[in-house]
């Protein structure tokens, strides 16, 4: 994918990776830590990280394609290298959220995931660490994107003929 209505694409799909990938980080740790969270929210977030993993290469793909198509500054470089890094942050949300879902529904099966409060533990732990990364990466791109953007853009002055 490399435009969308005359816009690159991934100007338009970082949007989503910004907004589902904290997203279902957040929810991660919900499920994981709140039993009454899991039982309504595993199974969603599991579908939604998964798409998010699927979502994060499209996303990066548009962007190498943008990147070819703009001046090659540091900061597009620098840019470019972070968001490499999104899909190492969301494979763990998606494979612990899927952890999550299956446990929930496997405790009705205790021969499948027997109830175990060091396991329960162990992945609440996980979540809580997956998630912080994920949000923590997804801030770095973020920022680094919005740098290799607009620095030096724009001035603390109204342009002349501006509102």
């Known amino acids: 994918m490399t435009t969308v209505d005359g816009l690159p694409a991934h100007i338009l799909l970082v949007h989503a990776i910004v907004v589902l990938l904290p997203l279902s980080a957040l929810l991660l740790v919900l499920s994981a830590v709140w039993p009454a969270a899991r039982a309504k929210l595993a199974g ?5 990280s998964v798409l998010v993993v699927i979502l994060v290469p499209i ?5 190498e394609w943008l990147e070819r198509r703009v001046a090659p500054t540091p900061l597009v470089r620098a840019h470019t290298e972070l968001g490499d890094t999104a899909v190492w942050v969301a494979i763990p949300v998606a494979v612990l959220a899927l952890l999550v879902w299956w446990r929930g529904r496997a405790a009705r099966r205790p021969f499948l995931a027997p109830a175990s409060t060091a396991v ?5 732990v996980l979540s809580v660490a997956a998630a912080g990364a994920a ?12 740098q290799a953007t607009w ?12 509102h």
Do not use: H, K, M
């Open 44 to 48: 969603p977030n599991a579908i939604l």
């Open 59 to 63: 996303t990066t793909e548009a962007g």
């Open 120 to 124: 329960t533990v162990v992945l609440a």
């Open 135 to 146: 949000v923590a990466d997804v801030y770095r791109i973020g920022d680094s994107g919005a």
């Open 151 to 162: 620095q030096g853009q724009f001035g603390t002055a109204p342009a002349a003929g501006g």
